[in-house]
């Protein structure tokens, strides 16, 4: 496509339940980030995909956080068990490869409010 | 670790008026610096990014950044504003090979006509 798509644009869950998110990357990118932005925290790395190495997690808050990446596209971020803390807008970028010198294209975001 | 610091929350100029958002950073080696701004409802775009190459970085819609590493800082600027660059603007480091950005708290540009 012609930029990073996430869907849904907007998802309003109970607290307890289960959401996932959908990340499209750029076609032919090879790196792929999750980013939480928070009125609190700002914007905070979440997970980063790099072809099919293994997933660097360093920034998922909890083990209620959990993503994957199918067939080196399309990307999945799962929060189960949702708190009212976890509402937030969550971005997607990608890359065509990894490293600081390729630029990253986000996506506009799913906000998700938990209520 | 590296981190990033935004001076101002909230900027406001006149239109026409000279931009100065200021970013200083934290990092244990040469890091990899860029400018990002989020108009709107809308996804993060870049402006611009220091790779080493020169410390005077020229970006989109007149923007520039100056990477100063014996203050450092990374700056960004732009000599004239226009109503159309009110937007939050988010300094970021990375210094891994990842690519992984670690962000400032974001600044918010508010133009006057």
């Known amino acids: 496509g012609a930029g990073v798509s996430q ?16 990340c499209d990357p750029i076609s032919g990118h090879t790196a792929l980030y999750w980013y939480r932005q928070s009125l609190g925290q700002g914007l905070e790395f979440l997970i980063y995909f790099q072809g099919n190495s293994a997933p660097d997690k360093s920034g998922l808050p909890s083990d209620r956080f959990s993503a994957e990446r199918t067939g080196g596209s399309v990307s999945t971020l799962t929060i189960q068990r949702t708190q009212q803390e976890d509402s937030a807008v969550y971005l997607c970028a990608s890359s065509l ?8 294209f986000f996506g506009q975001g799913t906000r998700l409010t938990v209520v | ?4 610091t935004q001076l101002g929350s909230h900027v406001s100029v006149s239109e026409g008026a000279l931009v100065l958002l200021r970013c200083n950073y934290s990092s244990s080696v040469p890091p990899y610096l860029f400018w990002y701004v989020q108009y709107p409802n809308q996804g993060l775009q870049l402006l611009l990014k220091y790779t080493s190459a020169a410390t005077l970085v020229k970006g989109i819609n007149g923007f520039e950044a100056e990477f100063k590493k014996s203050e450092t800082s990374f700056h960004l600027t732009k000599p004239s504003a226009h109503m159309s660059d009110a937007a939050e603007y988010f300094c970021a480091v990375s210094e891994d090979q990842g690519g992984k950005l670690i962000f400032g708290q974001g600044t918010e540009l508010s133009v006057k006509p």
């Open chain 1, 97 to 104: 490869e990894g490293g600081s010198y390729t630029e990253a």
């Open chain 1, 7 to 22: 869907s849904p644009s907007n998802k309003v869950t109970e607290k307890g339940k289960d959401v996932e998110l959908r």
């Open chain 2, 1 to 4: 670790a590296q981190s990033v």
